[in-house]
Each structure stands twice: as structure tokens, then as C-alpha cells.
């Protein structure tokens, strides 16, 4: 049988002896407070993930008020010609970079889906990189699946899911297809991360059979997203490239909703 979130919370997350503090779990900060603090906290203590293809770091951070963590990322590699990947897929001039990070979160932030962690531009010891706030006592989603976990409310999660699946196609982001990028908190919150091999330059969407519904409210920020608005808030990170093709998915995604409500009916494509 499965076990529920209540069930959850009294065994712990991932293994851990038992649950966190309801206040040290999920975002701790969100907003333009995390991203102050992200920007201006000195690093008391390193240390490595030793996890994952970016060899990605733990940073803890204090203020002098609040003592909270981050993960640090600084790949910034392109690959010309063909690139195989280990998961699965072949791609042509394949760009992995911490910028990537930070363009998702500003992406995020325009559509209003709340699934990025807040994530900062920063530099240390004379190297940029990403600084993305820590989500605290949460598991994967290849963790939930594992010890066969279920969701509270069914129809909340389906909602936050293809949020991140859009998220994924809109961002091209070659990495969807892990599920250990997919967070999940001990409210049951999904959270999007690892989008450093995303952003790439073409204008065809990977896989338009993974959207089937969308929210409403997220497709009028889609339409309402021009060049000049994308220009500001995304090229200190993303290339006129990049921008262009990914203005080019976004017309995809709203053809491709505009045809499933004709098909379907606006009740079973649509929702608040």
C-alpha cells in the first residue's frame, strides 16, 4: 500500500532519522529576500556534493542574522558538433553552464509558476557562478517514487507537474528527463532545478506530447512575453540565440494549447 505525506513526515525524508522542523522545511526564504541574501551572505562553510555531472557545491551562508545554504555552480562549457549524452539523446552545440541557472529563476519569476529556487548571480574568489538557495528537508522524485509515496491532493500535484514539464519545454532543457531534478518538500511543493544544459537554441519544442494541460494564468504571462522584455531580464545570461529560439518555442506552446482546447474542450485543457 502507499503511504500518504502524513505518513511521510513521521518516518522522514530520504532516509533521515526523522522529519525537520516544519520551519526549516522547503524555502526558507523566497523572493527578493533570498535573493538579497544570496547576493550579500559570507560563506562560512563549504562543501562538496559529490553528486551529479556539474560537481555542483553545498555553500553555508550567514548574514549575521540567518545561517542558511546554497548550492554553488560555476560549469560554464560549450561543446561544437555533435554531443551524446548519458541519459539518452543527441544534440548539436551543447552549452552547460551556471548561467543557464540564473536565466531559469528570471524565467520562472515572468511566468509566475513559482518552481525555480531562488538563484543569484555571484562571484567568489574572483569566479561567477550560480548561487541557488537550498531546499530544505526535501526528497527527490525518484525518492518519493521509491518508497511509493502519494500526494495528498492528486489534482494540486498533476497542476505543479505540468508546470514543470512546460517549464522544460519551453527552456529545452535536456536534462527533463532525470527525475532527480525534480524536489519535492514535505508540503508537497515541486520545486525545478538543474537547467545548466537548457536554453538551447532550437525553436522546435522537445517533446510536445508531454503538455496536455496548462494553466491559465501562466499562459497569459506567455503571451505577454516580447523580445524587449526578455532582452532585459535574460541576456546578462542568455545569447540573442537563445532568446530568439526560445520566443520561438513560446509561439509552440500557445498553438499547440489553442489546438488541444479545440479538440478538447476547454474543462479538460485548461484550468486557474
Do not use: C
Not at 19 to 40: C, I, M, S, W, Y
Not at 184 to 196: E, G, K, L, T
Not at 205 to 217: G, H, M, Q, T
Request: charged share 30%; proline share 4%; net charge positive.
Amino acid at each position: 500500500m502507499k503511504r500518504s505525506l502524513a505518513v511521510a513526515l513521521l518516518v522522514g525524508w530520504a532516509g533521515a532519522s526523522q522529519a525537520p522542523a516544519q520551519d526549516t522545511v522547503g524555502l526558507p526564504l523566497r523572493g527578493e529576500a533570498a535573493e538579497t541574501f544570496l547576493k550579500t551572505a559570507e560563506v562560512v562553510r563549504k562543501k562538496g556534493l559529490g553528486q551529479g555531472i556539474t560537481l555542483s557545491d553545498q555553500y553555508t551562508l550567514s548574514d549575521g542574522t540567518r545561517t542558511l545554504k546554497a548550492v554553488w555552480k560555476t560549469i560554464d562549457e560549450f561543446k561544437r558538433g555533435i554531443t551524446r549524452l548519458e541519459g539518452g539523446g543527441v544534440f548539436v552545440d551543447l552549452a552547460d553552464s551556471w548561467k543557464h541557472e540564473v536565466a531559469s529563476y528570471e524565467l520562472d519569476k515572468l511566468l509566475g509558476t513559482g518552481l525555480v529556487p531562488p538563484t543569484v548571480e555571484r562571484t567568489f574568489d574572483r569566479k561567477k557562478g550560480s548561487l541557488q538557495m537550498w531546499v530544505e528537508g526535501a526528497m527527490t522524485e525518484a525518492d518519493r517514487k521509491q518508497k511509493k509515496l502519494d500526494p495528498p491532493d492528486t489534482e494540486a500535484w498533476n497542476r505543479q507537474m505540468y508546470s514543470v514539464r512546460l517549464l522544460h519545454q519551453l527552456t529545452y532543457n535536456t536534462d527533463s528527463r532525470n527525475i532527480r531534478n525534480v524536489l519535492i518538500d514535505p508540503a508537497f511543493h515541486i520545486y525545478a532545478i538543474d537547467f545548466s544544459r537548457a536554453f538551447l537554441s532550437y525553436p522546435q519544442l522537445p517533446s510536445e506530447k508531454d503538455l496536455s494541460r496548462f494553466s491559465r494564468p501562466v499562459l497569459a504571462a506567455l503571451k505577454a512575453l516580447d523580445r524587449p522584455t526578455l532582452d532585459a531580464r535574460l541576456s546578462p545570461w542568455l545569447t540573442g540565440v537563445q532568446i530568439e529560439t526560445l520566443l520561438k518555442r513560446r509561439d509552440k506552446v500557445l498553438a499547440l494549447a489553442e489546438r488541444l482546447v479545440r479538440e478538447r474542450g476547454e474543462a479538460a485543457v485548461l484550468y486557474d
